[in-house]
């Protein structure tokens, strides 16, 4: 946790300028109270049909993502924008969210394909890996394309990584999950996974198809730190430097704008720090096990509670 509190006291020392932050506080307050008052992702985003949709989820992205860098451009004095890198990783880095939010590949794929015993659960569980596929690898492909100095993936590779602060983080966290738990809320989400008659259709053990769900869900959790914390900071530090951390913050609270308020809201913190790690360490680990050691503890807690 020392590491974790020196990594943001000096991030926030070298990155802070007032006015920046101050248009950056009005860019996401102006984009939470319009999506949340109006109902902006769920009543329209989601209702356009496919094309317009993903056309829809790309310009929100990078309207939020650009005035977010070009404000950290006008205060600082910097030039990001002269870059023709910064453009091809940052616009790959959008298209790739704006594919994984806005398409509905899953219902094309599914629908009438497989039998209903099976529907639900694969369902949830391709729409976890569907990211990999959407996002992951493009970027190891972008990565391989561009890059011939950075051979640590945009923070996969990072040898001598400290891994003890973010598991001490997890156990820190843990009481305050448990107490969090017995709230009728938690147990109505939790676990995330729900009883399915796709083990008995399959023939094998349900241990079969929570296993599977589960190992999906988290890798999910991994593309997501891959994208924001790997490419938007890592990707991005040569052209953007700390400020990169505050615009990746920014496009991944727009990300839960189809969740409930204060998700979205604690989504800049959390995100923010873990982006901070990120920009500190070079590496994509410490998010990852936060992130994922969260996911799977609720999990955890979840069963938990339905079966003890």
């Known amino acids: 946790m020392k590491k974790v509190w020196h990594y943001l006291v000096k991030h926030v020392k070298e990155d802070f300028h007032a006015a920046h932050y101050a248009v950056v ?24 049909p496919p094309i317009k949709r993903l056309l829809a989820y790309f310009a929100m992205y990078t309207t939020l993502f650009y005035a977010t860098v070009l404000s950290s451009a006008f205060f600082t004095k910097s030039s990001p924008f002269r870059s023709r890198k910064f453009w091809i990783i940052s616009l790959a880095g959008l298209v ?27 369902f949830k569980v391709l729409n976890n890996l569907m990211s990999f596929f959407i996002v992951f690898i493009p970027i190891i492909i972008l990565h391989r394309c561009i890059e011939t100095n950075d051979r640590s993936l945009y923070g996969l590779k990072r040898q001598a990584f400290d891994a003890k602060p973010y598991f001490t983080m997890l156990l820190i966290m843990l009481p305050l999950m448990i107490i969090v738990s017995f709230q009728s809320g938690f147990q109505k989400q939790y676990p995330m996974y729900h009883p399915t008659q796709a083990h008995e259709y399959l023939g094998v ?31 991005l530090a040569p052209f953007l430097n700390r400020s990169g951390v505050l615009a990746m913050a920014v496009i991944y609270c727009s990300l839960h704008f189809g969740k409930p308020a204060g998700e979205a809201i604690s989504s800049i913190f959390g995100g923010y720090i873990l982006g901070v790690v990120a920009y500190e360490t070079k590496s994509v680990w410490g998010g990852v096990i936060v992130h994922v050691g969260i996911a799977w503890l609720m999990e955890i807690i979840g069963f938990a509670h339905k079966f003890l």
């Open 96 to 122: 790739c969210l704006s594919v994984d939010a806005g398409a509905p590949f899953l219902n094309w794929m599914l629908a009438g394909n497989i039998p209903n015993q099976l529907y639900i659960w694969a």
């Open 25 to 48: 506080l009005i860019i996401l307050t102006a984009s939470l109270a319009f999506n949340y008052t109006v109902d902006f992702e769920d009543r329209y985003l989601d209702t356009l």
């Open 205 to 235: 053990g349900e241990w079969f198809t929570v296993l599977s769900y589960e190992i999906a869900y988290g890798l999910d959790f991994i593309t997501v730190e891959y994208l924001f914390r790997g490419l938007f900071v890592i990707g």
